[in-house]
């Protein structure tokens, strides 16, 4: 009996990896396929700062593999900083400028910086890390709320798993 409360104990202790449901999301109508000709673009639109893991970046349109290379890309179609829907950044984490290398290390709390087009600091803060496999396509869908999902490859130094971080929306404009 002491032994299945240990554990029951041990088990209760251990955080808890829950991805929120694919069910509660649906793709934004303007979000684009990640093979479009659209996301090769490269234009730079945005800045993203991480202040937790020292992340400083320029964000570019697209999410083509070129793009990526260069550093933070933004899925095209996806919501633009401070909208209603779901921004979707992705980044390397170990070859070319490695923007996500401490991605894992964010917790909840931590505060994201994403530029609006108007050159305004839009606030997020972190709400939820998961691994998803590298098809889970949803974590690019509108969840109903404004937000930020950044993601990319893991373990580092492997293509294996896809980690997550989304954020919440905490303000619009930069204050002070």
């Given at each position: 009996m002491t032994a299945l409360g240990l554990l029951v104990a041990?088990?209760?202790?251990?955080?808890?990896?829950?991805?929120?449901s694919p069910e509660d999301a649906v793709p934004a109508p303007s979000r684009q396929p990640s093979f479009d000709s659209s996301q090769q673009s490269g234009v730079v639109e945005s800045?993203?700062?991480i202040p937790a893991i020292g992340v400083d970046e320029t964000v570019r349109s697209g999410i083509s593999l070129s793009v990526i290379d260069r550093g933070v890309a933004?899925?095209?179609?996806?919501?633009?900083?401070g909208g209603s829907g779901n921004v979707v950044l992705a980044g390397h984490r170990t070859t070319h400028s490695r923007p996500f290398w401490d991605l894992d290390r964010l917790t909840d709390g931590d505060l994201v910086f994403l530029e609006d087009g108007n050159g305004f600091d839009v606030i997020y803060r972190v709400s939820d890390t998961f691994v998803v496999e590298p098809d889970d396509l949803?974590?690019?869908y509108d969840f109903g709320?404004?937000?930020?999902?950044?993601?990319?490859?893991?373990?580092?130094?492997?293509?294996?798993?896809?980690?997550?971080?989304?954020?919440?929306?905490?303000?619009?404009?930069?204050?002070?």
């Open positions: 041990l088990l209760a202790a251990l955080p808890a990896v829950a991805a929120p800045r993203l700062r933004h899925w095209a179609g996806t919501s633009a900083p949803w974590i690019s709320k404004p937000m930020v999902t950044m993601f990319a490859c893991h373990p580092r130094g492997s293509a294996r798993y896809r980690i997550v971080v989304q954020a919440d929306l905490v303000a619009g404009r930069r204050i002070a």
